[in-house]
C-alpha cells in the first residue's frame, strides 16, 4: 500500500514537500512515479526515481523547481516542490512500478493523492 502525504495550501512562490510511504511491501524493489490531476485535466506525468535513486525524470513543467529523492531506508520516496504557482494546483498520486516508467497507464501500484492548492 501507498500513501502520499504533505499537501497542503500554498501561495504562490511557496514550498511544499511530499512524501511517498509504503506498507506492507519494500518500496526499494520498485521506481516510484509522480503523477498530478488537475480538476477537468488528465493525470499527468511530474517525475519518476529509479529504484537506487540513480535515475531521476521529470517533466519539462517541473525542472529546477521539483527534487525527487529516496531513502530506502524509510521506505520512502519524497518529492521537494519550490516555486509553486496555480497552475501546479492538483491532487498529487504517487505510484510503484518495477519498471522505469513515465506512463501512468504502467504502474502497478497507486497510493491515494494529495491535494496540493496554490494560490496566485
Known amino acids: 500500500q501507498l500513501q502520499a502525504s504533505g499537501g497542503g495550501f500554498v501561495q504562490t512562490g511557496g514550498s511544499l514537500t511530499l512524501s511517498c510511504a509504503a506498507s506492507?511491501?519494500?518500496?526499494?524493489?520498485?521506481?516510484v512515479g509522480w503523477f498530478r490531476q488537475a480538476p477537468g485535466k488528465e493525470r499527468e506525468f511530474v517525475g519518476v526515481?529509479?529504484?537506487?535513486?540513480?535515475?531521476?525524470t521529470r517533466a519539462n513543467f517541473v525542472k529546477g523547481r521539483f527534487t525527487i529523492s529516496r531513502d530506502n531506508a524509510k521506505n520512502t520516496v519524497f518529492m521537494q516542490m519550490s516555486s509553486l504557482n496555480p497552475e501546479d494546483t492538483g491532487v498529487y498520486y504517487c505510484?510503484?512500478?518495477?519498471?522505469?516508467?513515465?506512463?501512468?497507464?504502467?504502474?502497478?501500484?497507486w497510493g491515494q493523492g494529495t491535494q496540493v492548492t496554490v494560490s496566485s
Open positions: 505510484a510503484a512500478d518495477r519498471v522505469y516508467r513515465t506512463s501512468a497507464a504502467a504502474y502497478q501500484y
Open positions: 526515481i529509479s529504484r537506487s535513486g540513480d535515475s531521476i
Open positions: 506492507g511491501r519494500t518500496l526499494s524493489d520498485y521506481s
